[in-house]
């Protein structure tokens, strides 16, 4: 009944429909396309510009892979069907942008705390409300992090390409399969409508994850619990007999509802932050560029990470030594590995399109002696090489 | 025809022993609704494997915790969007919405009217006790006119809604409405929306004389249940009566019973329709 996309005969359909080859295509076509080759078969969405394509995409190419997609009536639906979806065994994912993403803060922590796993696409856009819609931004830095109430640790997953986004969107999926967790992809609007090459690789270059699945009947019966010492639970699917309660309200490792002792709360809320917390070699990543002799860091990510790096190349070229450290999972921010490359500069630039939020991850891990400049920007045009170039200059 | 089984054996077949007892109050109305519930299923014969029980928030979305059932307790009237996924990707499940007035018809609205719309092949069990019980008894959108509330302290001044009017008229397959003693005709309206394709919904109104009632002088189950029999009216009555003899009533009785293809059914001929268009299939 679930479909799976490791299957002999969905990996001959992805074959058949998606030829390996090169593609000039929309950044919101990558994460539809990386998601069905992640194995997703549940989309539900709403529209919502600019991360429309992404629904039209799915809507398009879910029937023909027998999978499905439904249009809910808003945002809150669409991320509850998703968990649903998740709880019968499919891998789910649903694209939305600002308000859109406001509306499923609900959900996402009640996805947190039944530790359901799903994909939330957020392409950012200009905001606060409305804001420019059709523009891009990377404002949702802590929405991302700390949109829901209550602790809760969050995965979040940000490309800086269509390309980069085809795989992280695979990465972002098996990062929520292994850990049983809701994960957020922080995409933008600049990059969901840049139409560049993409390269679709073949089916077997691909290598996707499930979630691990209760191997007893003792497993099954304790889907809150910890019963190999990584803070996963096996997951028991709906229908096979388990009588698996699923509940938000504080539990039992057994699901049941326990809202009344203290240590039941503390048990689970810590469990599932240790989950996260000590499984950080599932989904640590960066990328570094001239790091090694760097006196002056640029610390950028998504979209800004881009102008970020020409500019690196262009102060290089000037003899200034800069180098460039673009975290591709930002939440958990790879603080341990900041504070190596912050005990070595004298100076971080740190360029985004908000009005400074990366940047207060970056100050948590770098001495008060090292000179931390944002450079920020917003209106919904992206940051430039030459902008960057004159900071970097400005510090050298 | 039914086999009346004595309530212990109903209890011990479907509910968690480690959950009991239940929250409810003196008086409440929902466990009557869970036991009409349960022994429905157990008349049916149905696969307790292939139940999963869904809710949201409020005294009566508690249930699903006490059942021996697959259960998603989720978010304030959000249960109908949360089934909507489930049922889609796993049809042989038979999903039960265990909801409140306050639940469907105030939070979930929006969703409730959707998934008619869509006829999500789900049950509906609705418990109507006119309140907000859980949260100390402020007036909900089922409140009527004039009744109180802790936050209508001198009487509610908004109109009501009439749920089961609401499904009907959004396009369910079989809509019910009886009051938690209207044992028989309760079970067998369950009996029969569990049989059907769709959506369909049978709604209760229950007593809740801590939250609702007290405030209201009906202190007891028994002068909530005198009140219910003096405002319903059942249907073949309401139909040769004027309106404005009906007004202040609530008719009781069955509303709707079609056969409308339900969302699993749509969508499955929408994959095959998708294959068709791609020259896949004939």
């Known amino acids: 009944m679930i479909i799976r996309g490791d299957e002999p005969e969905q990996i001959k359909l992805l074959r058949k429909l998606y030829k390996p080859g090169n593609y000039f295509m929309q950044g919101n076509e990558a994460v539809a396309y990386g998601a069905l080759f992640a194995g997703c078969r549940f989309y539900a969405g709403y529209p919502i510009t600019p991360s429309s394509e992404i629904a039209e995409t799915m809507a398009r190419e879910l029937p023909k892979l027998g999978g499905y997609y439904l249009q809910m009536e808003d945002e809150i639906g669409s991320i509850a069907a998703m968990i649903g979806a998740s709880w019968t065994g499919f891998k789910v994912m649903t694209a939305t942008a600002g308000p859109g993403f406001s509306l499923m803060q609900e959900n996402l922590g009640y996805a947190v705390m039944t530790e359901t796993p799903l994909v939330l696409v957020d392409v950012q856009r200009s905001g606060p409300s409305t804001g420019q819609a059709t523009k891009g931004a990377q404002g949702d830095f802590f929405q991302a992090r700390w949109g829901t109430h209550g602790d809760h640790p969050i995965v979040a997953v940000s490309p800086t390409s269509g390309q980069d986004a085809f795989w992280e969107i695979i990465r972002a999926f098996n990062i929520a399969e292994r850990l049983r967790t809701p994960v957020v992809f922080l995409f933008d609007g600049i990059l969901a409508h840049t139409r560049e090459l993409v390269k679709i690789p073949d089916v077997d270059e691909v290598k996707i994850t499930y979630r691990k699945l209760p191997q007893n009947e003792e497993e099954a019966k304790l889907p809150f619990g910890d019963p190999h010492g990584d803070g996963v639970p096996p997951m028991p699917l709906f229908g096979h007999g388990y009588f698996t309660h699923v509940t938000g309200s504080t539990h039992k490792e057994n699901g049941l509802r326990d809202v009344y002792t203290p240590e039941v709360h503390d048990r689970l809320v810590r469990r599932i932050h240790r989950k996260i917390e000590q499984n950080r070699h599932v989904y640590e990543k960066y990328e570094e560029h001239f790091t090694d002799d760097a006196e002056i860091l640029v610390v950028s990510w998504g979209v800004t990470a881009r102008p970020a790096l020409g500019a690196v190349l262009k102060a290089r070229r000037e003899g200034i030594k800069v180098g460039l450290f673009v975290p591709k999972t930002v939440h958990p921010f790879p603080g341990e590995r900041m504070r190596e490359l912050g005990k070595r500069v004298r100076a971080v630039l740190v360029p985004e399109m908000n009005l400074g939020q990366m940047i207060l991850e970056v100050q948590r891990f770098v001495n008060d002696d090292v000179l931390l400049k944002g450079v920020n920007k917003i209106g919904g045009v992206p940051l430039t090489v030459e902008e960057i170039l004159r900071e970097i200059r400005g510090v050298a | ?282």
């Not at chain 2, 049809?91 to 007035?101: R, T």
């Not at chain 2, 394709?197 to 007290?214: A, D, H, K, Q």
Request: hydrophobic share 40%; with cysteine; charged share 20%.
């Open chain 2, 1 to 282: 025809m039914m086999y009346l089984k004595s309530a212990y054996e109903i209890r011990d077949k479907y509910l968690r022993k480690d959950m009991l007892p239940t929250i409810f109050c003196p008086g409440c109305g929902i466990g009557s609704v869970l036991q009409f519930t349960l022994r429905a299923i157990d008349d049916l014969g149905l696969n307790q494997d292939e139940i999963v029980w869904v809710s949201g928030i409020g005294c009566s979305s508690r249930v699903p915790g006490f059942v021996n059932f697959d259960g998603l307790h989720t978010t304030h009237g959000r249960a109908l969007a949360f089934a909507t996924g489930i049922k889609l990707t796993n049809p042989n499940l038979k999903i039960i919405a265990f909801m409140g007035d306050g639940d469907t018809a105030a939070i979930g609205g929006n969703h409730f009217i959707h998934a008619i719309r869509r006829n999500l092949d789900v049950t509906v069990i609705l418990i109507n006790n006119f309140t907000y019980g859980m949260t100390g008894g402020q007036v909900a959108p089922t409140t009527l006119k004039g009744l109180r509330g802790t936050t209508a302290p001198y009487g509610q001044f908004e109109n009501p809604f009439d749920i089961a009017g609401l499904a009907v008229a959004a396009g369910a397959n079989y809509v019910a409405r009886w009051t938690v003693f209207n044992y028989l005709q309760g079970i067998n309206s369950i009996k029969k929306a569990l049989s059907k394709e769709g959506f369909t919904l049978v709604e209760f109104l229950s007593p809740c004389p801590v939250s609702f009632g007290r405030r209201n002088r009906m202190k007891t189950a028994p002068e909530l249940i005198r009140w219910y029999q003096k405002i319903t009216v059942p249907l073949a009555k309401a139909k040769k009566m004027p309106p404005e003899e009906l007004e202040g009533k609530i008719v009781i009785g069955e509303f709707v019973d079609r056969d409308r293809p339900g969302l699993v059914r749509e969508y499955q001929e929408y994959i095959k329709r998708a294959k068709r268009m791609m020259g896949w299939e004939q």
